[in-house]
């Protein structure tokens, strides 16, 4: 619905400017070419690839599961410590 009420304000604008459409026009002998930068490719494969990967390791986060279960899933709470500051300095 949004769109539509755009469009009809832009056709007004238009109609209020008095923008006449163009005559129709020949066709050139050239043809218009589009390329893609080998960059360009590059970042659309990096895309589709982080679109694809999940958010969650699912193996990762089974296996500690398990060990913590087990009771031999132990952190130090050193390396916790760490991780949280260098989480908050990230951010």
Known sequence: MMR??????ISEVYKAQGVK???KVKRSAS???FEISQ???DYNVARQIVAATPDIREA???DIKKRMEA???NVRLEELAEKILNMNEQQ
């Open 31 to 33: 043809q218009d070419t």
């Open 39 to 41: 960059t360009g490719k």
């Open 71 to 73: 009771g031999s899933y």
């Open 21 to 23: 459409s163009t005559g």
């Open 4 to 9: 539509i009420d755009a469009f009809n304000k």
């Open 60 to 62: 990762k986060v089974n």
